[in-house]
């Protein structure tokens, strides 16, 4: 198991920021490919971005490319997920995911590539 713990949302205003973190207690983040989803009411949860192990290769989804940026800061045992640019339909629990990498440039694009999920945080953009 992978204890995720999800940190940083709220609420802001629509064009605004805010930094989510995920952590694990207990195991080194550095050793997975990491990614985070997003799930709204009534939706399914769909990929907002990825990471490979080493960091060197990323996935954004295509209505997050140039607002938002994924990163891992080893050193904290981290990946953050910085959020700009915030728009109202960007209101949803987002969730970070482990996956064991099949390679050092692997990483997941669909739920059921990733073996082990947090708990989810709650990001809320009004307009």
């Known amino acids: 198991q992978v204890p995720l713990v999800e940190s940083g949302g709220g609420s802001v205003q629509a064009g605004g920021s805010l930094r989510l973190s995920c952590a694990a207690s207990?195991?080194?983040?550095?050793?997975?490919?990491m990614g985070w989803f997003r799930q709204a009411p009534e939706k399914e949860r769909e990929v907002v971005t990825a990471?490979?192990?080493?960091?060197?290769?990323?996935y954004y989804a295509d209505f997050v490319k140039g607002r938002f940026t994924i990163s891992r800061d080893n050193a904290q045992n981290t990946v953050e997920l910085q959020m700009n640019s915030l728009k109202p339909e960007d209101t949803a629990v987002y969730y970070c995911?482990?996956?064991?990498?099949?390679?050092?440039?692997?990483?997941?694009?669909?739920?059921?590539?990733?073996?082990?999920w947090g708990q989810g945080t709650q990001v809320t953009v009004s307009s």
């Open positions: 995911a482990a996956r064991n990498p099949r390679s050092y440039y692997d990483y997941g694009r669909v739920v059921g590539d990733y073996e082990y």
């Open positions: 207990g195991r080194t983040l550095s050793t997975y490919a």
């Open positions: 990471i490979s192990r080493s960091g060197a290769f990323k």
